[in-house]
């Protein structure tokens, strides 16, 4: 990350409640959408490491 503010990129650093927030929202509202794509069997995969 320090090297991306070097270069003059602006990092955006969530705390621990607006992460969980946004991993919740991501899990259900885009990984449905995802799972049509890239097939069930890759996003049970991906639940079951994220668990």
């Not at 969980?20 to 890239?38: H, I, N, S």
């Amino acid at each position: 990350m320090k090297m991306l503010e070097e270069k003059g990129v602006e990092v955006v650093r969530f705390d621990k409640k607006e992460f969980d927030e946004m991993v919740a929202y991501v899990r259900a509202y885009a990984w449905p959408k995802l799972e049509k794509t890239f097939g069930k069997e890759v996003f049970d995969g991906l639940r079951e490491a994220t668990k």
